[in-house]
């Protein structure tokens, strides 16, 4: 079973200042996903990640890929209030009944204070 | 992009009663999956719902329980049958077309009284 790990699960943080979040997965897998969640709320696409070394970048988001160390990263430049939320990586199982469903981790809660 | 509904958006239950969750989406796609949430926690799969055929359910999780229908391309029905409080959750249909684009509908908050 592909395990997806998120750390840290808590994140409290200073306007302006930077961080990473990382997820780790435990088999091979052709797709990454980074979503946000706000509190009731659905889920918002961030990235999709495909290949090794990928990177994309959104705003004060930057996530990137290494499928070697089956590692990605969830760059936080100068936060402000508005990124709080809950960060989701998710990792498509190939290994799955379907071959497409999405195995979560647990995710990050993100809290930016003045 | 799709754009996908879901009916109800919320519902209390009593226990031992069903509630149905209906999945709608403007275009066709090609999948559609089922994911529970349950308060605080991750998302987890529950099935993937195939058009004509018997859902696929992950582990942990029966078509006895959760029995799922799609009919078509654009539509899908999941049930949370005999209910009781540890099937308070938010359910999330998540669809993906054959270009591989993927959106999760807005979610049903499932209250179990």
């Known amino acids: 079973e592909l395990k997806v790990e998120q750390n840290p699960l808590f994140l409290s943080m200073q306007e302006g200042k930077n961080y990473t979040i990382y997820c780790n997965y435990s088999t091979t897998s052709d797709r990454l996903y980074w979503y946000r969640q706000d509190p009731g709320k659905s889920l918002e696409s961030l990235f999709v990640?495909?290949?090794?070394?990928a990177v994309k970048q959104e705003g004060r988001l930057m996530a990137s890929l290494d499928t070697k160390a089956r590692l990605s990263t969830l760059h936080i430049t100068a936060a402000v209030h508005d990124l709080s939320a809950t960060y989701f990586c998710?990792?498509?199982?190939?290994?799955?009944?379907?071959?497409?469903?999405?195995?979560f981790g647990k995710g990050t809660s993100l809290l930016v204070t003045p | 992009s799709a754009v996908i509904s879901q009916k109800p958006s919320r519902d209390i239950c009593q226990r031992g009663t069903s509630l149905t969750i209906q999945c709608q989406v403007d275009?066709?796609?090609?999948?559609m999956f089922w994911y529970r949430q349950q308060p605080g926690q991750s998302l987890t799969l529950i099935a993937t719902?195939?058009?004509?055929?018997?859902?696929?359910?992950e582990s942990g999780f029966v078509i006895d329980k959760f029995p799922i229908s799609r009919p078509n391309l654009t539509f899908s029905t999941l049930t949370v049958s005999n209910m009781s409080p540890e099937d308070s959750s938010i359910y999330l249909c998540r669809t993906m077309d054959s270009y591989n684009e993927q959106f999760f509908g807005p979610g049903t908050r499932l209250t179990v009284l």
């Open positions: 990640l495909l290949s090794n070394g």
């Open positions: 719902a195939n058009q004509g055929s018997e859902a696929t359910y």
């Open positions: 275009s066709q796609v090609t999948m």
């Open positions: 998710a990792v498509e199982d190939p290994n799955s009944n379907s071959g497409y469903a999405l195995n």
